[in-house]
Protein backbone atom coordinates (compact mmCIF):
# COMPACT_ATOMS: atom_id res chain seq x y z
CA UNK A 1 0.00 0.00 0.00
CA UNK A 2 1.24 3.15 -1.08
CA UNK A 3 -0.04 6.16 0.74
CA UNK A 4 -0.57 8.94 -1.51
CA UNK A 5 1.79 11.33 -2.47
CA UNK A 6 1.89 14.63 -0.15
CA UNK A 7 1.67 17.86 -1.23
CA UNK A 8 3.50 20.42 0.21
CA UNK A 9 3.21 23.87 0.00
CA UNK A 10 6.24 26.68 0.57
CA UNK A 11 5.50 30.09 1.26
CA UNK A 12 8.54 32.24 0.80
CA UNK A 13 8.25 36.17 1.76
CA UNK A 14 10.98 37.81 0.23
CA UNK A 15 11.38 41.00 2.48
CA UNK A 16 14.90 41.69 1.83
CA UNK A 17 14.01 42.18 -2.07
CA UNK A 18 11.81 45.54 -0.70
CA UNK A 19 14.74 46.39 1.41
CA UNK A 20 17.55 46.51 -1.06
CA UNK A 21 15.01 48.27 -4.10
CA UNK A 22 14.85 51.20 -0.58
CA UNK A 23 18.62 51.31 -0.30
CA UNK A 24 19.23 51.32 -3.86
CA UNK A 25 16.84 54.27 -4.20
CA UNK A 26 18.30 56.14 -1.46
CA UNK A 27 22.03 55.75 -3.12
CA UNK A 28 20.42 57.23 -6.87
CA UNK A 29 18.51 59.91 -4.78
CA UNK A 30 22.36 60.58 -2.81
CA UNK A 31 23.97 60.41 -5.97
CA UNK A 32 21.52 62.58 -7.97
CA UNK A 33 22.12 64.96 -4.98
CA UNK A 34 25.60 64.76 -4.70
CA UNK A 35 26.04 65.83 -8.89
CA UNK A 36 23.59 68.32 -8.15
CA UNK A 37 25.63 69.51 -5.40
CA UNK A 38 29.22 69.38 -7.34
CA UNK A 39 27.49 71.27 -10.34
CA UNK A 40 26.46 73.88 -7.90
CA UNK A 41 29.79 74.65 -6.83
CA UNK A 42 31.50 73.93 -9.70
CA UNK A 43 29.09 77.12 -10.96
CA UNK A 44 29.70 79.09 -7.69
CA UNK A 45 33.66 78.57 -8.16
CA UNK A 46 32.99 79.92 -11.99
CA UNK A 47 31.89 82.84 -10.02
CA UNK A 48 34.63 83.19 -7.49
CA UNK A 49 37.27 83.04 -10.06
CA UNK A 50 35.58 86.04 -11.94
CA UNK A 51 34.89 87.98 -9.16
CA UNK A 52 38.57 87.56 -7.97
CA UNK A 53 39.75 88.77 -11.29
CA UNK A 54 37.77 91.76 -11.59
CA UNK A 55 39.27 92.68 -7.81
CA UNK A 56 42.27 92.20 -9.19
CA UNK A 57 41.65 94.14 -12.67
CA UNK A 58 40.28 96.97 -10.70
CA UNK A 59 42.84 96.68 -8.57
CA UNK A 60 45.56 97.15 -11.57
CA UNK A 61 43.31 100.35 -12.38
CA UNK A 62 43.40 102.09 -9.41
CA UNK A 63 47.24 101.03 -9.47
CA UNK A 64 47.30 98.71 -6.21
CA UNK A 65 49.30 96.27 -6.31
CA UNK A 66 48.65 92.94 -4.39
CA UNK A 67 52.06 93.34 -2.55
CA UNK A 68 50.24 96.76 -1.41
CA UNK A 69 47.39 95.16 -0.12
CA UNK A 70 49.35 92.19 1.23
CA UNK A 71 51.35 94.85 3.13
CA UNK A 72 48.23 96.76 4.78
CA UNK A 73 46.97 93.56 5.89
CA UNK A 74 50.13 92.64 7.70
CA UNK A 75 50.01 96.12 9.28
CA UNK A 76 46.61 95.35 10.33
CA UNK A 77 47.69 92.12 11.81
CA UNK A 78 50.42 93.70 13.81
CA UNK A 79 47.84 96.45 15.15
CA UNK A 80 45.42 94.13 16.41
CA UNK A 81 48.16 91.89 17.61
CA UNK A 82 49.29 95.07 19.28
CA UNK A 83 46.44 96.03 20.76
CA UNK A 84 45.38 92.43 22.32
CA UNK A 85 49.24 92.37 23.65
CA UNK A 86 48.19 95.95 25.58
CA UNK A 87 45.07 94.91 26.66
CA UNK A 88 46.49 91.42 27.92
CA UNK A 89 48.86 93.49 30.12
CA UNK A 90 46.33 95.88 31.29
CA UNK A 91 44.37 92.35 32.60
CA UNK A 92 47.49 91.32 34.07
CA UNK A 93 48.37 94.59 35.70
CA UNK A 94 44.57 94.74 37.09
CA UNK A 95 45.16 91.52 38.41
CA UNK A 96 48.53 92.42 40.21
CA UNK A 97 46.96 95.48 41.77
CA UNK A 98 44.36 93.38 43.29
CA UNK A 99 46.37 91.24 44.38
CA UNK A 100 48.62 93.85 46.19
CA UNK A 101 45.56 95.99 47.70
CA UNK A 102 44.58 91.70 48.97
CA UNK A 103 48.34 91.65 50.40
CA UNK A 104 47.65 95.13 52.25
CA UNK A 105 44.70 93.94 53.48
CA UNK A 106 46.23 90.83 54.79
CA UNK A 107 49.13 92.74 56.58
CA UNK A 108 46.96 95.31 58.14
CA UNK A 109 44.48 92.46 59.66
CA UNK A 110 48.00 90.36 60.86
CA UNK A 111 48.71 93.87 62.40
CA UNK A 112 46.03 94.51 64.14
CA UNK A 113 45.90 90.40 65.46
CA UNK A 114 49.58 91.15 66.58
CA UNK A 115 48.15 94.32 68.36
CA UNK A 116 45.95 92.20 70.42
CA UNK A 117 48.34 89.55 71.45
CA UNK A 118 50.85 92.27 72.37
CA UNK A 119 47.66 93.93 74.63
CA UNK A 120 46.75 90.69 75.97
CA UNK A 121 50.32 89.95 76.90
CA UNK A 122 50.53 93.02 78.34
CA UNK A 123 47.68 92.86 80.20
CA UNK A 124 48.73 89.04 81.08
CA UNK A 125 51.67 90.92 82.86
CA UNK A 126 49.77 93.40 84.53
CA UNK A 127 47.50 90.82 85.83
CA UNK A 128 50.50 88.82 87.20
CA UNK A 129 51.98 91.84 89.10
Same mark, same amino acid.
Given at each position: ? =??????? @?????? @???????????????????????? +? !?????????? +?? +?????? /???? !????????????? *? /??? +?? #? =??? =??????????????? *??????? #?????????????? #? !?? @???? !??
Amino acid at each position: M =SAPPAEI @DIVAND @DASAVFSEVSSNFSTMSSSMQDSA +T !ATSSAMEGEI +TD +TQALTD /AMNE !AGISEQQVNDAAA *G /ANQ +TF #A =SSA =SHMNMAAVSGVMLYN *GISNVEN #AQVSLTRANLIAEK #A !AN @DVTL !AQ
